[in-house]
Every structure is written in structure tokens, then in C-alpha cells.
């Protein structure tokens, strides 16, 4: 899980504009806070009820049942992650920077 999540910081990190990236962080920081939480009571939730009408914490079958969920989250984020992102800066050229605007630059500074 762990180094799931250092490979989500640095793909969301590289494809986001250096001007955004305090949001982009704060969000990404958001996002990971409220999916572990919501995630962790869901689970909790599902563990319990199906511990309740199959035997009690001594069976395994609600701990079963959590795992299968949180497998199945992990599944439809793949999925997501497979279809819906798209680096398009990787397969274009990128342009050149004109090193007079650099020169410019520099001239506007001294």
C-alpha cells in the first residue's frame, strides 16, 4: 500500500503544474485522509455485519468479507487509473526553449 501511494505522489506531482503544486498537495493530502478513513469504516462495517449473522469474531467469514472489499477497491481504482489517465506530454516533442526570451531575461534582471 505504501509504495502504491509513493507512485500516486509522484505521478500526480509530475503531471500537475509547478504554479498548482501546494494544491495539488494539499489535495492529494485530503484525499488520502478521508479515503482511509471512509475505507477503514466501510470495512469495519462489513466485518461486522457479516459477523453478526454467520457465527460471531470467532469465525472468519467477516474478516473474509472485508478483505474482498478492499481487494475489490483496489481493482476498480486499477481500472480507473487504466482508463481515464492519459500523459499526452509523453508522446508529443516538446518545443525548444527560445534562448532569447532567456537572454532577455537576464538583460531585464541586471
Known amino acids: 500500500m505504501g509504495f502504491r501511494l509513493v507512485i500516486l505522489s509522484v505521478t500526480i506531482f509530475q503531471t500537475a503544474p509547478t504554479s498548482m503544486a501546494g494544491v495539488i498537495g494539499a489535495m492529494f493530502y485530503v484525499a488520502l485522509q ?22 460471531g469474531p470467532t469465525k472468519y467469514g467477516g474478516r473474509a468479507a472485508a478483505l474482498w472489499f478492499v481487494l475489490g477497491t483496489v481493482a476498480i481504482e486499477a481500472i480507473a487509473v487504466l482508463l481515464f489517465y492519459h500523459k499526452i506530454s509523453d508522446h508529443q516533442l516538446q518545443p525548444k526553449p527560445d534562448t532569447n526570451d532567456e537572454i532577455r531575461r537576464d538583460e531585464m534582471k541586471n
Not at 478521508?34 to 457465527?55: C, D, H, K, M, Y
Open 34 to 55: 478521508l479515503g482511509s478513513s471512509v475505507g477503514l469504516a466501510a470495512a469495519i462495517s462489513i466485518e461486522t455485519s457479516v459477523e453478526v449473522g454467520n457465527g
